[in-house]
């Protein structure tokens, strides 16, 4: 037989209102996308303005009379005597020597196929070879290959250009645009990559025979370090192969890979920080924005009060409800740049506390291991809220650009007891990897046991995952003849 019973008990639940996921989302965001935001408040809601609030005529017989902040919060506490209307300055001001400007030089670039194009207009072709050219041009990824098939590109540019377009015509002026600065643009393969720009080396160097025949045939058998095969193959000595394979080196799988085109792809780093040492040993911290002040509406707010007073009318009910939630929005959103300013202040100033050592030195060796938790428990906010905070910010120290989030480090115990970062560990294994004999790489194994010859205590396992994060490849593939 069932039976039903009611038990009452106690259960802890974290609930985020709807406030405080906008202030996390809002805490998130970086200096272009607030601005950008306070643009987009400023268009869709009349009673937010920006700027300094223009002050009410006063006669030229009378003294100015001294700013007092209970006058610029008088009107609100006629219809919401909870709220205070703050003048919340979201940057730094002129007027305010305590937070330097920070202009980010912006520098002009053009794409890599702009570059090849103003090549083409440099060289004498008619007009059908400089349009078929220019298209090829537009066809290539941002690595500067060509992925699409000649008779692909051909159909396109017909149906484009109402033209009658064929592969042996695209096929020559592939050459033209092969022959392009940088050396390897316009390739289909690695291959090919890599022999254009063999080719192009031909006059200036030795050895350019043997790598072009390892780049044709054994390209796969030179990834592999099969040496032994390689000069069997061919018919050379040990000098002959490393000289080959020293030149394969050099070369660039990614002919515009390092191309100042990549600035279209990756946002300009604006630091949200100052750190500035002073002469006394420490620092001061800003934070660094547009200048821009937010402030309720005066128009607004008297219109708002005006309709409040007048009971004649049973339409303006309707008026100063839409007023009073336009007001209330306008009180959210400063207070929600007020309360990023604080926490990101407070983030700051404990980052820079706890790694006071790294700022004023600038070299990494000095950063102490620090996690999210540490700063936290230093400013009484909540991990995510740092997180959020350090996650995609940058500080501008003496030294150059910070991003908050190196500055974080796992720790671990020396034998002696001292903590070290992961950091520090990773460096060692570098230098390690660096100083080896590259005819007898060193292995993982051989690594941990002399990191723990020098007290730090790792397993050959640990010693992989670090090398992997640092993308260094196993002991074998590093072996050079």
Not at 336 to 358: C, N, P, W
């Amino acid at each position: 037989m069932l039976r039903h019973n009611q038990q009452l008990g106690q259960k802890q639940m974290l609930k985020l209102s709807p406030q405080q996921i906008q202030l996390l989302n809002f805490i998130q965001l970086n200096t272009l996308e607030l601005e950008q935001k306070i643009r987009d408040e400023l268009e869709e809601n009349p009673a937010l303005e920006a700027g300094i609030p223009t002050p009410d005529p006063i006669e030229p017989s009378e003294p100015p009379p001294e700013p007092d902040d209970s006058e610029r919060v008088e009107l609100s506490e006629h219809y919401h005597p909870d709220d205070e209307i703050p003048d919340y300055k979201t940057t730094s001001d002129p007027r305010n020597t305590d937070k330097p400007d920070y202009n980010s030089p912006l520098v002009q670039t053009k794409d890599f196929r702009e570059l090849l194009k103003d090549q083409l207009t440099m060289m004498s072709l008619p007009p059908r070879e400089r349009l078929l050219a220019g298209y090829l041009v537009d066809s290539l990824d941002d690595d500067g290959y060509l992925r699409l098939s000649l008779a692909d590109i051909a159909d396109n540019l017909s149906f484009a250009h109402s033209i009658f377009v064929t592969e042996t015509e695209l096929d020559d002026e592939l050459e033209t645009v092969q022959s392009l600065d940088p050396p390897g643009v316009g390739a289909r393969d690695l291959r090919e990559c890599l022999l254009l720009q063999l080719e192009a080396k031909r006059h200036d160097l030795d050895c350019i025979d043997v790598a072009q025949q390892i780049v044709d045939k054994y390209l796969q058998d030179l990834a592999a370090h099969h040496y032994e095969k390689l000069m069997l193959a061919l018919g050379v000595t040990s000098p002959q192969l490393k000289c080959a394979t020293t030149l394969i080196e050099k070369l660039n799988p990614r002919p515009v890979g390092s191309d100042t085109s990549r600035l279209f792809k990756n946002q300009n780093i604006i630091p949200e920080f100052i750190v500035e040492k002073v002469e006394s040993g420490d620092f001061r911290v800003a934070i660094t924005n547009g200048s821009a002040e937010l402030h309720l509406s005066k128009d607004m707010m008297e219109n708002l009060e005006a309709m409040r007073r007048d009971k004649s009318s049973k339409q303006n009910k309707a008026a100063v409800q839409y007023l009073r939630s336009k007001v209330d929005s306008a009180l959210w959103f400063i207070e929600m740049v007020r309360q990023r300013e604080q926490s990101m202040l407070k983030t700051i100033r404990a980052l820079v506390r706890l790694q006071g050592d790294y700022f004023r030195t600038g070299d990494p060796k000095h950063l102490r291991p620090m996690i999210l938790k540490d700063v936290a428990e230093q400013i009484g906010l909540d991990i995510s809220t740092i997180s959020r905070i350090t996650s995609t910010k940058y500080a501008l120290a003496d030294f150059g650009i910070v991003h908050l989030k190196d500055l974080f480090h796992q720790g671990m115990a020396k034998a002696d007891g001292e903590l070290v970062t992961n950091r520090e560990i990773s460096d060692h294994i570098a230098a390690m990897i660096v100083a080896e004999d590259k005819q007898h790489p060193i292995t993982d194994k051989y690594i941990a046991e002399a990191l723990t010859r020098n007290g730090y205590v790792v397993a050959r396992r640990t010693v992989a995952k670090y090398r992997e994060a640092m993308h260094i490849t196993i002991a074998k593939m590093r072996k050079e003849i």
